[in-house]
């Protein structure tokens, strides 16, 4: 493999350099892990958004481990209010799941590769599935706030991409198709365990923005035309990072407020995090129906 010219990426973390972190990281969960004793190989990743850390319940209660994201090496810390930033491995209906509560944001001024070598790191580990999770603005306007989508596809509107620079070819191909990047049989029990749960949910198309400002009328009117019909400042760059090392992928997006160009107010992250309460108790339940089935 050879690295871009020195500079080429304004962050300096590509090729080499991007493999060793992702390298350090992973070691540094390892051995974290190890000395708890008896959890195994990790199989599942949950990724936890705005408002929903308490999720993390998802797991046994015993022989957890919370390891701050400070204490990992090269994983920025989650600044923003509503992600606590701490992994929390433990068993999730018999199966290894490490719980990442919390992301860093591009719009924290990190690059996506920065924001993206936690997960990898823990792809690294042996993750196999990865769910994710967030909060957005629901551009739909059959969308209510505290509904949960399950996302069918995304558009990439960040103007970044984490898999820029070299390719790093022990993880995956230059190229990562996209038309199917979220698991069509995941989707079918994810769709089950809603039923079950009397949840309803919702299903479309995700939009990441940069941010960190929230949309003007004017956007909302074109990322509805576009197709979108939810908008968030996150996701994408996992969804890439996950299909990028051949892991299977099942999102969800938590609609906080309506992104429809009539509303009659402005959106504030407080209204996200308290509308993300009643949202996360809804997803919780999916969850609990569809864990037991990854593991089957």
């Known amino acids: 493999m050879v690295d871009a010219p020195l500079g080429a990426l304004p962050d300096g973390i590509y090729g080499e350099e991007l493999e060793r972190r992702i390298s350090e990281a992973a070691?540094?969960?390892?051995?974290?892990?190890?000395?708890?004793?008896?959890?195994?190989?990790?199989?599942?990743?949950?990724?936890?958004?705005?408002?929903?850390?308490?999720?993390?319940?998802?797991?046994?209660?015993?022989?957890?481990?919370?390891?701050?994201?400070?204490?990992?090496?090269?994983?920025?810390?989650?600044?923003?209010?509503?992600?606590?930033?701490?992994?929390?491995?433990?068993?999730?209906?018999?199966?290894?799941?490490?719980?990442?509560?919390?992301?860093?944001?591009?719009?924290?001024g990190y690059s996506q590769r920065e924001v993206t070598i936690l997960l990898r790191a823990c792809l690294a580990l042996g993750v196999r599935t990865v769910i994710l999770t967030n909060a957005s603005g629901g551009l739909n306007p059959a969308f209510e706030a505290g509904d949960v989508m399950l996302i069918t596809d995304t558009i990439n509107l960040s103007g970044d991409n984490p898999l820029t620079g070299p390719n790093l070819e022990r993880i995956g191909p230059r190229f990562v198709p996209m038309a199917d990047a979220f698991d069509l049989e995941l989707r079918e029990r994810a769709r089950q365990s809603a039923s079950r749960a009397g949840v309803t949910l919702c299903e479309g198309v995700y939009v990441m923005?940069?941010?960190?400002?929230?949309?003007?009328?004017?956007?909302?009117?074109?990322?509805?035309?576009?197709?979108?019909?939810?908008?968030?400042?996150?996701?994408?760059?996992?969804?890439?990072?996950?299909?990028?090392?051949?892991?299977?992928?099942?999102?969800?997006?938590?609609?906080?407020?309506?992104?429809?160009?009539?509303?009659?107010?402005?959106?504030?992250?407080?209204?996200?995090?308290?509308?993300?309460?009643?949202?996360?108790?809804?997803?919780?339940?999916?969850?609990?129906?569809?864990?037991?089935?990854?593991?089957?």
């Open 27 to 108: 070691e540094a969960i390892r051995a974290r892990l190890a000395g708890a004793g008896g959890l195994g190989t990790p199989e599942l990743a949950i990724v936890l958004g705005s408002g929903l850390g308490g999720m993390a319940e998802l797991l046994e209660p015993d022989g957890r481990v919370s390891i701050p994201y400070r204490e990992i090496p090269h994983v920025p810390g989650a600044s923003v209010v509503g992600h606590a930033g701490r992994l929390v491995a433990g068993r999730a209906a018999g199966t290894t799941t490490l719980v990442l509560s919390g992301r860093a944001h591009p719009y924290e």
């Open 209 to 296: 923005l940069a941010g960190p400002n929230y949309e003007t009328r004017a956007e909302m009117r074109m990322l509805r035309t576009i197709g979108g019909d939810a908008v968030g400042m996150s996701t994408v760059p996992e969804v890439l990072v996950a299909r990028h090392a051949g892991a299977r992928v099942l999102a969800f997006s938590l609609v906080t407020n309506k992104a429809t160009d009539d509303v009659d107010h402005e959106v504030t992250h407080e209204e996200v995090l308290e509308i993300g309460v009643i949202g996360a108790g809804r997803l919780l339940a999916l969850l609990r129906e569809l864990l037991p089935e990854l593991a089957s």
